[in-house]
């Protein structure tokens, strides 16, 4: 089946630092990888929708300043938190699309 | 209209019972219904998803029921078995899986052994 990874798994952070993710297609191209933040015990919330050679769409109440994204290539998505503060400390999932979304394993985030 | 409504939040079976999870929708445009499972510190993985032209699907001791007319939708999971204690989330999106996803909140199932 279709593999999706992210690196790292887990990372922590000091405030004020920038944060890099990311997230590849193990055996297959992905033109469009999704990015979610998950909350303990609540549900998956799209951040943004990566299109290969294009600009990441975001969703409503995301700031693109805040969570860069970048899917130079069809294996390759990174999101990157810049300037993280406390209260972006989550668990954040990507997803590639191949028919359907496969998920990668998420990263979770801490910022100190 | 976005939004899919899940319950029960949290759900306890006994061990070769059939654990049942509901989900419901609002926007008629939805075309596409996975359900996924996840465990602590791990990304979901699907388990099986339906498209409105049919009202059940099988795989296995998963089924999905669909009903389009009262736009709900429900996972069942027959001889439930400790380790398919998870979370559970519903979904939909326009388009067969392309397209943005909407998550359900979530039940967590426990199955007792």
């Known amino acids: 089946g279709a593999v999706v990874s992210q690196h790292p798994s887990w990372v922590i952070c000091k405030s004020g630092t920038s944060v890099k993710i990311e997230c590849r297609s193990l055996?297959?191209?992905?033109?469009?990888m999704f990015w979610y933040r998950q909350f303990p015990k609540q549900s998956l919330m799209l951040m943004a929708t990566?299109?290969?050679?294009?600009?990441?769409?975001?969703e409503q109440g995301v700031e693109k300043d805040k969570f860069l994204i970048n899917h130079a290539s069809l294996t390759l998505s990174t999101l990157t938190v810049t300037s993280a503060h406390p209260e972006d400390s989550s668990f954040y999932i990507c997803?590639?699309?191949?028919?359907?979304?496969?998920f990668g394993p998420g990263t979770r985030l801490t910022v100190t | 209209q976005q939004q899919v409504k899940q319950s029960p939040q949290s759900l306890i079976v006994q061990k070769g019972g059939i654990s049942i999870i509901n989900c419901a929708y609002e926007?008629?445009?939805?075309?596409?219904f996975p359900w996924y499972q996840q465990f602590p510190g791990k990304g979901p993985a699907l388990l099986i998803a339906?498209?409105?032209?049919?009202s059940e699907k099988k795989e296995g001791r998963f089924t999905i029921s669909f009903n389009k007319s009262a736009k709900q939708f429900s996972l069942h999971i027959m001889d439930s078995q400790p380790g398919d204690s998870a979370t559970y989330f519903c979904a939909a999106s326009q388009g067969w899986g392309a397209q943005k996803l909407v998550f359900g909140q979530g039940t967590r199932l426990t199955i007792n052994p």
């Open positions: 055996d297959f191209q992905a033109t469009t």
């Open positions: 339906i498209r409105p032209d049919v």
């Open positions: 926007n008629t445009a939805f075309d596409y």
């Open positions: 997803s590639a699309r191949a028919g359907v979304q496969y």
């Open positions: 990566s299109n290969e050679g294009s600009k990441a769409t975001y």
